[in-house]
Every structure is written in structure tokens, then in C-alpha cells.
């Protein structure tokens, strides 16, 4: 089993639609959570940092509940520039200061 | 302006030619890492460092080194570079221990594509 699981789609939803990932981690001490944006053969670009409270950035909603090790992030009024993989990301608290990254989830937003 | 600087974009190379990718940033961090991307495996963490002199293994470290002696260069070397080891690689870095690190997202190069015939 991975350390961090993500559904990998792809999700293919059209403008204006509302869409959520969820990802989840195994390793209970894992200290920090992010979602990244990844377009095609370009570099991870952070989207969001994950807070226990939840957090929000205009039409992006990341949520994290640690007591079932699990993110999500749930994008609303999709447009097509949405169209990217998602990765989850996971910073590791122990055994090292390593970062755990889920093998991503695919958006198509079309017309 | 602040980035992290990979070379070469692209590489293609033979079996058992030694070849290094560097990797340079300019925004003073401590944490320094390499990671390899494979379709449907995601990314996986090949070596980091936490500070200069200071690395350690990732994930997939088998058939690379690194060094760190300076804190913005973190090189990845591979040896005899085998097929197995066709890949995009991306070097990141981000503050470190003791500069809410845990906190602290990545900043990612461009990526070099590696392939090994």
C-alpha cells in the first residue's frame, strides 16, 4: 500500500462544475499536508497548504482531518485552465524530513 | 529573482556513461531534494539534504549520489546510468530545520528528461 493514495481519474467535469480529491496518508506522523498543481511535463507548483481548520483561496477549499488521515480538496466554478494533475503531499515527521507525494489525480474541465 | 535552476532540460545518454545534473538556488534554503517522476508511480525522493554536508537517502536512492558543499548547489550524479534510470527528474528546495520547515512548500526546478539507451 502507498504512503499517500489519490484517486487517479481522470475526473472529466465540464465549466462551472464543482469537483473534490481526496487523498489519504498512512503514516499517523506525518506533520504537514499541501496540494500541488502539476500541468503536463512542467514542475509541481504549490496550490495550498493544508490546516487543521481547513482553509480556503478564492474557489479552492482544502480540508485535512487527522483522525482519519485524510485530505481533500474541493475546487468550485471549475474553468478549463483547472485542467491540471493534483498531487497530494505529505511532509513526513519522523524517520527523516522526507515528503511523500501522491501519484496525482487528472482534471479535464471541458467547454 | 527567486528560482531554483536545473540543467540540462533534456539528456540522452548511453548505459554506464556517468553524467551529472545540477541543480542551483538562489533563495537561501537549507532543505535541499531530488526527485524522480515515472508514469503512474508519481514523484519519489531519490536523496535530500538538510544542510550543507548534511544528505540522506529518499525513497529510491539505489544508482545515485549526491553532494552538497555549497548551500545553494545540491548536484545528483549518476555513476553508470542504466535504462531503468529513464526518467523526468526535479530537483526542490525549501527552508529548513529550525525555519518551520514542516510548514515551508517546495520550489521546484524545471526538470531534466533523462533517457538512457
Known sequence: RKEVEQDPGPFNVPEGATVAFNCTYSNSASQSFFWYRQDCRKEPKLLMSVYSSGNEDGRFTAQLNRASQYISLLIRDSKLSDSATYLCVVNRGTGGFKTIFGAGTRLFVKA | ?117
Open chain 2, 1 to 117: 529573482e527567486a528560482q531554483v535552476t536545473q540543467n540540462p532540460r533534456y539528456l540522452i545518454t548511453v548505459t554506464g556513461k556517468k553524467l551529472t545534473v545540477t541543480c542551483s538556488q538562489n533563495m537561501n534554503h537549507e532543505y535541499m531534494s531530488w526527485y524522480r517522476q515515472d508514469p503512474g508511480l508519481g514523484l519519489r525522493q531519490i536523496y535530500y539534504s538538510m544542510n550543507v554536508e548534511v544528505t540522506d537517502k529518499g525513497d529510491v536512492p539505489e544508482g545515485y549520489k549526491v553532494s552538497r558543499k555549497e548551500k545553494r548547489n545540491f548536484p545528483l550524479i549518476l555513476e553508470s546510468p542504466s535504462p531503468n534510470q529513464t526518467s523526468l527528474y526535479f530537483c526542490a528546495s525549501s527552508l529548513g530545520p529550525g525555519q518551520d520547515y514542516y510548514n515551508s512548500p517546495l520550489h521546484f526546478g524545471n526538470g531534466t528528461r533523462l533517457t538512457v539507451t
